[in-house]
């Protein structure tokens, strides 16, 4: 059961996200290949309960009735079994997320309220710290980057962020896509001086 500071503290987060729905409106229901902030089974719940709007994205582009620059369809989402079924689709990205018609900066702020409610509600299934990645200074190219990432995921233990991460980047569709998903899983550090030498 809550304290008196935890239910206080839930309450001002559901009036921000509430501040932040006001804003918000479901647009022409496509997107563009820009990085979206993903959500995992348990925070997309969450989202959904404190009714934070979430959809998924599908890779397959269309052409038609399209806007220039938005070829991907996006579905939003507003339970769970709505969620698990497109979901299931095997054009659809792999994970939820926070809704394309919010700005870059506002996504990420409501992926912090859900994990800021996730620290109050159930804080073991708070994400694993980021471990640091030798990346600064790597050569290579992406998949070598990726390597590198999905290598020091594992000897940090968190196998199933290096799988999530891994599928991610391969449908990323652009470099910058790719290394912005990375960074969403490590944190970005300096590749050992030998190895930037022999460009491993």
Not at 22 to 50: C, D, F, K
Not at 71 to 92: A, C, G, H, N
Not at 148 to 162: F, H, P, V, Y
Not at 172 to 182: E, K, R, V, W
Request: hydrophobic residues 35%.
């Amino acid at each position: 059961m809550a304290t008196q500071e935890q239910s206080v503290a839930l309450n001002a987060l559901r009036d921000l996200i509430r501040y932040h729905r006001t804003m918000w409106s479901t647009g022409s229901g496509y997107t563009g290949n820009e990085q979206l902030v993903h959500l995992t089974m348990p925070q997309a719940q969450i989202a959904l309960r404190y009714e934070l709007p979430i959809g998924v994205r599908c890779m397959c582009p269309t052409r038609l009735g399209s806007p220039p620059g938005r070829p991907y369809r996006y579905i939003t989402v507003t339970d769970s079994e709505q969620m698990m079924r497109w979901l299931s689709y095997q054009d659809m990205d792999d994970m939820p997320s926070i809704h394309a018609e919010f700005p870059q900066h506002t996504q990420q702020r409501m992926r912090d309220y859900i994990l800021q409610i996730m620290e109050i509600e159930n804080p073991e299934q708070v994400p694993a710290s980021k471990p640091i990645a030798p990346l600064l200074g790597a050569k290579g190219d992406i998949y070598n980057l990726l390597c590198i990432a999905n290598r020091t995921l594992r000897i940090a233990g968190q196998q199933e962020q290096a799988e999530r991460m891994w599928r991610l980047v391969l449908s990323s569709g652009s470099y910058f896509n790719a290394l912005s998903i990375i960074g969403e899983y490590v944190d970005f550090g300096e590749a050992p001086l030998q190895e930037r030498k022999d460009g491993f």
